[in-house]
């Protein structure tokens, strides 16, 4: 289980997250979004202790992460795709990991089987595709087994059915009772995925609930309803609303893969 209470980070005059507060428990995947420069990134990295709130705080099983006695068996994340050594093969990769972890060999096996990586586990990841290093981070991420696991934008860069395997992924994850945070820019993929969301905008809380009632505001559209919440809360906007993409992958000055703008505050 993660908890937040009052989360609150800022970056010099940019007020990132302020007084975010969410519960967010096993047995569901639970979505996680804002348009750009909400605080989703920002919100996921002090999750995992990469930043330190200014105020409030955020624990893991009733833990803050950097008090977390084998921190990959508890909690996974992929919060870069491509967070790796270029050099290192994706089998090499996982091995270190594993023995920083204290985990056991075997599993870097399974977990590379369960990735679909297994006929270029020997092939430097610097050499993958973004599809590929996707799947190479979901593995770091499920190395540990453990019982939470955040993702940040998961399946960017996957083909159709890449995108498919991720989402009966992260459900199986939460069906075995698993707590499964996953933030998307893809409103319908969320649609498909999640039982229950967390909506943010300009690093506040917009909406905890379920996929099925804030859909039911806006007719059973969460596309209509997303954007009747977030309205107030867009910093970019385009030839698309909000820069958010309801279908499709994020296009140029709006998210795409690899260049996400505000990546900082987002």
Known sequence: MIEASGLTKRYGATLAVDG????????????FLGPNG??????????????????????????????????????????????FHPGRTARSHLLALAAAGGIGRSRVGEVIQMVGLESVAGKRAGTFSLGMAQRLGIAAALLGDPAVLLFDEPVNGLDPEGVR???????????????????????????????????????????????????ARAGGSLEDAFFDLAGDSVEFRGGDPAGFHAGAPPGPGAGAPGQRPGRGRS
């Open 38 to 83: 909400s605080g989703k990134s920002t919100t996921m990295r002090l999750i995992m202790g990469l930043d330190y709130p200014d105020r409030g705080a955020v624990t893991i099983g009733g833990q803050p992460y950097r008090r977390l006695r084998w921190p990959l068996s508890e909690v996974g994340a992929l919060l870069e795709a491509k967070a």
């Open 20 to 31: 975010l507060s969410f519960a967010l428990r096993p047995g569901v995947v639970t979505g």
């Open 165 to 215: 395997w991720a989402r009966n992924l992260m459900r199986s994850l939460a069906a075995e009772g698993r707590t499964v945070f996953v933030s998307s820019h893809l409103i319908s993929e969320m649609a498909v995925t999640a039982e229950r969301l967390i909506v943010i905008g300009r690093g506040r809380l917009l909406a905890d609930t379920t996929v099925t009632e804030l859909a």
